[in-house]
């Protein structure tokens, strides 16, 4: 009788701390900018009614920074709450910028994602959408702490054409099998939306973590919309791929809604790295200067919204420095979770989520870094962000550049970064380039170890993922 109590009431408590555990979804569009959203930017021609309303019931977040300028880099970050320099995979295994099909490299099994760290207490977990963070089974979802997935394992531009030699059809896979190869495009951000909508429902219960990773607006010279969005904006194919994202997440708002959810739920949704083309009709990083795949505002100043009604207040700006690398820290905390036992490099930034008076970014103690591939560019502390002087800035696209000097911006008030002022504020720099400096011998910079660097993952005699 006692035996039979006793588990009763262990099961009481349970369901008890599992209804103190929020859900968590966590959406990433593909290469959207900050100016791509109404709520961020007011001059767009794209129609986001969905994103301005979450916005109005949540938080914007408008010093939100991604962990790099490009696609692999920026993942590894949010997965892991690490810096790619400390994970090795700021570079591929090619040197160049990401991860390509069939590459030996990807993240290591040893490191922790937010989905082991949110299973371990008690989280159900899936993984819906762009993974690329490595195409090996060793690498893939299901082996980091995924109960499922469904989606494209790398870029939509890695298509067979590109290397017919090598490269496989654009898989889309069902956990660790490939079940269409190659996948419309046309269709992913639809289909994303309508296997997250039946995901929440049959994991309404219990709390969930959800990543959904849009493969849109996407890498290549041609965004991708389904028939019902194609041609209805007011800006091309990249318009009309963005307002199919607003429409999903509308539609995954609306689920919350009707299944009672809306209260227990954050939602979180900001983009992996800037726009990265000048051509207005693929995509606007404004009011931030500079485009993807660098270490520009433009690159990685992100939009970002949370939403948690009744917990995050509703019509809210938050202006102090976060990142994606706090998305791990801060899951954990509110799920009850532990950290992982390697050293990460993101914060708890729930005070910050939930408007309470007075709380600062814990992120300017140390500084955030702006890495292009292995070089350290830049540090941001406060308001402040610091270009450093370098010899031979690497420039995307274009190998090494000239020599760049030293420049200093209040990036918070003056964002168009128009006015210089390290002539005026000399212990703002010095205090900065410390910063830089403590960087380069924990995580390193281009040809310098760090002394926290990790391996990534390898395998030998990759396969590629096939029909």
């Not at 989520?353 to 540090?379: I, K």
């Not at 008030?413 to 403590?438: F, G, N, Q, Y």
Request: charged content about 25%; proline content about 8%.
């Amino acid at each position: 009788m006692r035996a039979r109590l006793l588990s009763l009431l262990l099961l009481a408590a349970a369901s008890v701390c599992a209804a103190d555990k929020p859900n968590l979804i966590f959406v990433f569009c593909d290469n959207l900018g900050n100016g791509d959203v109404a709520c961020f930017n007011r001059l767009t021609k794209h129609r986001t009614p969905h994103l301005d309303k979450m916005a109005a019931e949540g938080m914007r977040l408008t010093s939100f920074y991604s962990a790099s300028g490009v696609c692999t880099p920026s993942r590894a970050a949010a997965m892991t709450g690490c810096y790619p320099r400390r994970l090795n995979l700021h570079v591929s295994n090619k040197g160049t910028f990401v991860l390509q099909p069939v590459a030996p490299k990807g993240l290591h099994p040893q490191e922790a994602t937010v989905a082991e760290v949110m299973k371990s207490a008690g989280y159900s977990t899936t993984i819906i959408g762009k993974w690329h963070l490595g195409d090996q089974p060793e690498f893939l979802p299901t082996r980091q702490g995924f109960d499922s997935y469904f989606g494209i394992p790398y870029s939509d531009d890695m298509t067979k054409d590109k290397m017919p030699d090598i490269w496989p059809e654009l898989p889309l896979m069902r956990d660790e099998n490939v079940i269409e190869a190659p996948v419309d495009r046309d269709y992913l951000t639809k289909r994303y939306t309508e296997e997250a909508i039946r995901y929440i429902e049959a994991h309404k219960d219990k709390p969930f973590f959800l990543y959904l990773p849009h493969a849109m607006p996407g890498s290549t010279a041609h965004a991708y919309s389904s028939p019902a969005f194609r041609g209805k904006s007011a800006n091309g194919e990249w318009g009309d791929s963005v307002e199919e994202l607003d429409w999903s997440m509308g539609e995954i708002l609306a689920a919350l809604k009707r299944l009672g959810l809306d209260e227990k739920t954050l939602v979180i949704w900001t983009s992996d790295n800037g726009a990265p083309r000048r051509d207005p009709p693929q995509g606007s990083n404004l009011p931030y200067k500079g485009w993807g795949y660098n270490t520009s505002e433009g690159a990685m100043r992100m939009p970002c919204i949370a939403r948690w009604p009744g917990k995050i207040p509703a019509g809210t700006e938050c202006r102090e420095l976060a990142s994606m690398l706090d998305l791990l820290p801060t899951f954990a905390a509110l799920g009850s979770a532990a950290l992982p036992a390697n050293p990460i490099d993101g914060h708890d930034i729930r005070p910050l989520l939930l408007g309470e008076p007075g709380a600062e970014s814990p992120t300017d103690e140390r500084g955030f870094f702006y890495y292009h591939m292995g070089q350290l560019q830049a540090v941001r502390s406060g308001p402040w962000k610091l270009y450093l002087p370098l010899e031979k800035k690497l420039v995307s696209g274009k190998g090494r550049n000239a020599a760049v000097p030293l420049e200093l911006y209040n990036v918070r008030d003056d964002i168009a970064e128009e006015h210089e002022t390290s002539a005026t504020e000399p212990d703002v720099v010095k205090r900065l380039l410390a910063l830089a400096e403590a960087a380069r011998i924990e995580l390193g910079d281009e040809g310098r170890e760090g002394s926290g660097q990790r391996p990534a993952g390898w395998v030998e005699n990759p396969t590629a993922r096939s029909l």
